[in-house]
């Protein structure tokens, strides 16, 4: 069964800085691996969607990358704001099905 | 990106009532839908697959009798979770598949719904 797992669960930082997400599953054959942003008791909205065959997609300051045979993708975010605070999900589809596997999310606080 | 709507988005109701939580997919056609469940800082946990026309599948230790799904046209699925208790309070989230790639579609998502059984 595929697990994903996201470090750190929190992170605090302040207004400008640079950072990175992580999040890494067991099983390697995926076919796509998509990362979401969650407001408190809100719904997920779409960040970056990474095909299998993909290393990296952008999107602003967002950059997420993903190395398929050591199970791991980054998220990174530059110059973040405080607007960016939130849960970052990530989630991984396998070969089963079109469900998404999610990790328990990384709670991001950045300060002004 | 494509919109999942979801409707209520919170809904308070007593104890051994039943719940009707819709989803639609407004600018696609959406053959596959999926229900989550999200506890507080736990990770959203599937609980069906619903497929159009046909019945759901149901993930292990799911009760289909008391959450069902019925996804009757390609741009709506209901959940309807019957006889709630208060161990039923939690937060659904809808979402459906978009993209023509097959598997590599990609999985927009609902709002979500907050229910509480009192």
């Known amino acids: 069964k595929q697990e994903v797992t996201q470090i750190p669960a929190a992170l605090s930082v302040p207004e400008g800085e640079n950072l990175v997400l992580n999040c890494s599953f067991t099983d390697s054959a995926i076919y796509n691996l998509q990362w979401f942003r969650q407001d408190p008791g809100k719904g997920l909205t779409s960040l970056l969607l990474i095909q299998s065959s993909q290393r990296e997609q952008t999107s602003g300051r967002l950059n997420a990358s993903l190395d398929k045979s050591s199970g791991r993708s980054t998220l990174y975010i530059a110059a973040s704001q405080p607007g960016d605070s939130a849960t970052y999900l990530c989630a991984v589809k396998s070969s089963s099905g079109y469900a998404l596997n999610f990790g328990k999310g990384t709670s991001l606080l950045v300060t002004p | 990106g494509a919109v999942v709507s979801q409707h209520p988005s919170r809904v308070i109701c007593k104890s051994g009532t039943s719940v009707k939580i819709e989803c639609r997919s407004l600018d696609f056609q959406a053959t596959t839908m999926f229900w989550y469940r999200q506890f507080p800082k736990k990770s959203l946990m599937l609980m069906a697959t619903s497929n159009e026309g046909s019945k759901a599948t149901y993930e292990q230790g799911v009760e289909k009798d008391k959450f069902l799904i019925n996804h009757a046209s390609l741009t709506l699925s209901t959940l309807t979770v019957t006889s709630a208790h208060p161990e039923d309070s939690s937060f659904y989230i809808c979402?459906?598949?978009?993209?023509?790639?097959?598997?590599?579609?990609?999985?927009?998502f609902g709002e979500g719904s907050r229910l509480t059984v009192l």
């Open positions: 979402s459906a598949h978009y993209g023509a790639g097959g598997d590599t579609g990609e999985l927009f």
